[in-house]
Structures are given as C-alpha cells and as structure tokens.
C-alpha cells in the first residue's frame, strides 16, 4: 500500500510541475506565439486551478479525487475573492511576478469558471490515469 501511495505521489508532482511549466510558458510566450488574448489570459487560468488540485492531490495522497477538486474549488474561489481586499502592502506584492501569478490582481467571475474548468480537467485525467493504472 504504501509502495502505491509513493507511486501515485511521484506521479501527481509530475502532473504539478508539467502544469506550474505549461503555465509559466504560456504567459511567458502566449503573446509572441501569437495567441488570442482569451487564450493566454484565461488558458492560464484554467492551468492554475488544474495546478491546485495536482497541489492538494499531492499533498492529501489518499483522498478521495472529487473531495480533493471541492477543496481545490473552495481555495480558488478563496483566493479570487481575496482579490477584492485591498492594503498597500498587498497591492504593493500583486504587483511583482510573484504576486500576479499567485494572487492575481483583478477579481473577474470568469476567472472563477477557468478554474472551475481547470479543476474539473485535472479530476477527469487524474481519474483515467488512476483507471488505466488499475486495469495494468
């Protein structure tokens, strides 16, 4: 058992860190490859939210996928109705790299939705890929 939950671990850090790469690459590229606007602003929003629920798939290794996607759900939407709160300081950090991609800067509900989008993504795959590894 243990062996499994080890296995299932290395193979949610690798969903994590192809999806914090994906992203990082899409806002860092999208405009020179000449994506839509619609497809970096809110591609990397779904990728953000698939990146929470590989996050707390990694961390919470035995919980159930749908109980890990309403957790990532309640924490994204957290996280964008933080973005209503407004300090100096907390403006000042939203403002670096770091702050944009972690917080954001701007409440939008349609950010909501791309992470709903992204979440529900990373559920579905998690839960073929778990599937396909019960059938092997």
Known sequence: MRRQFMRRRISLVLALLLTIASGLALRRFGYAANLPFAVVKYGGS??????????????????????????????????????????PTLDAFRLTTAGALLLGRVFSLWNIAAYATGIAAALALDRILSASKRTI
């Open 46 to 87: 779904i990728l953000w939210g698939a990146m929470v629920y590989w996050l707390l798939a990694t961390i919470f290794v035995s919980s159930r996928p749908f109980r890990i996607a309403a957790v990532a759900l309640i924490l994204a939407v957290a996280v964008e109705l933080f973005r209503l709160w407004h300090t």
